[in-house]
T-cell receptor, first 116, second 119 residues
């Protein structure tokens, strides 16, 4: 596997379900990100993990719970979601090098989530 | 205030012709980075090209080039010799700061431009 992978690619869940999205990066990066892409809205940053510590949480509801067990893996645990949470969830990774401004983020293919 | 503005919701271009996608940005930082991504219908966000605020030359990457006008705060993407596979959404993004410790590399995205390449 190369780059950034995400599973599952598609997920349909009810409002009372609990599910998890998985992201894995094979690029040797030290930072990982979750983004939400809703229809007709700009991509929204949800969480940032740098060296496995959460460094950004953009006022995301608690029904979304991230987990970063190591620098290669990132999870997004979902519970009691609402229909408006239906969106494409994208994971990205980058190599944060303080003092250098060219740390490009590389994205996975996304998980398309539908909440019924 | 909107940080990244892409004023073209959709564009058409004939195959083999060049096309310019517009992007303007707003920041008070002296150090920032500008990115363009391509998103085909499959959903994956593909990195295309990067321009640093201190770069004096316009960035180029194969058929992609940037027309970076710092004073106008614009960074337009030029795609030369369009191909059918170029049909996709194109997003402009900006990272503010980054040249000091604590940077989280937060990207701010525009709303995108849908490019359709016609045979």
């Amino acid at each position: 596997e190369t780059g950034v992978t995400q599973t599952p690619r598609h997920l349909v869940m009810g409002m009372t379900n609990k599910k998890s999205l998985k992201c894995e990066q094979h690029l040797g990066h030290n930072a990982m990100y979750w983004y939400k892409q809703s229809a007709k809205k700009p991509l929204e940053l949800m969480f940032v993990y740098s060296l496995e510590e959460r460094v950004e949480n953009n006022s995301v509801p608690s029904r979304f719970s991230p987990e970063c067990p190591n620098s290669s893996h990132l999870f997004l645990h979902l519970h009691t979601l609402q229909p408006e949470d239906s969106a494409l969830y994208l994971c990205a990774s980058s190599h944060l090098v303080f003092g250098v401004s060219t740390d490009t983020q590389y994205f996975g293919p996304g998980t398309r989530l539908t909440v019924l | 205030a909107q940080k990244i503005t892409q004023t073209q919701p959709g564009m058409f271009v004939q195959e083999k012709e060049a096309v310019t996608l517009d992007c303007t940005y707003d920041t008070s930082d002296q150090s920032y980075g500008l990115f363009w991504y391509k998103q085909p219908s499959s959903g994956e966000m593909i990195f295309l090209i990067y321009q640093g605020s201190y770069d004096e030359q316009n960035a180029t990457e194969g058929r992609y080039s940037l027309n970076f006008q710092k004073a106008r705060k614009s960074t337009n993407l030029v795609i030369s010799a369009s191909q059918l596979g170029d049909s996709a959404m194109y997003f402009c993004a900006m990272r503010e700061g980054g040249n000091y410790g604590g940077a989280t590399n937060k990207l701010i995205f525009g709303t995108g431009t849908l490019l359709a390449v016609q045979p």
